[in-house]
């Protein structure tokens, strides 16, 4: 075992994380290596400080800034249950404006078309749909005309 790996497992041993298989390769290696065993040694003066040393108690003015802004955080933030049905009545008005959009550039396109007294025909290869012409032979896909 090399002192690195060692070091990681002193450390994890002291917290009392370290699997039973790896605490017998620790065992073995610190039989053998001096300078993991003053780590060891250094590690557990170390551990046993923080363990007796007071934990700092912040203000309690701290704790009602902190609560307050929090506080206003969330009433800012819509919920998700009201975020969802902003999502859903865009999408239904998205819908609906382009199938009206599309009816009405419908209907424009078939006054166009009764205005120029045209019946539109599959035979016909020249079909008149508003301002624009669109060119097709339905008899014949893919081939040219003669």
């Not at 090399?2 to 605490?23: F, M, Q, S, V």
């Not at 969330?74 to 999502?87: E, G, M, V």
Request: hydrophobic share 40%; with cysteine; aromatic share 8%.
């Amino acid at each position: 075992m090399r002192c690195n790996t060692a070091k990681r497992y002193i450390d994890l041993k002291l917290d009392g994380e370290l699997n039973p298989r790896h605490l017998a390769k620790l065992t073995k290696h610190l039989s053998s290596c001096t300078a993991c065993q003053t780590w060891q040694a250094d590690a557990e003066i170390l551990h046993l400080m923080l363990a007796i040393a007071p934990t700092p108690e912040p203000p309690a003015w701290v704790h009602a800034q902190i609560m307050d802004k929090v506080h206003r955080l969330d009433t800012k933030r819509p919920s998700f249950s009201k975020r969802f049905q902003l999502a859903t009545a865009t999408a239904v008005v998205a819908v609906f404006f382009s199938f009206w959009a599309g009816a009405q550039v419908g209907v424009k396109s078939f006054k166009n078309l009764d205005e120029q007294n045209i019946a539109p025909t599959l035979e016909v290869s020249t079909i008149y749909f508003g301002e624009n012409t669109i060119v097709d032979s339905y008899d014949s896909i893919g081939e040219t005309d003669e």
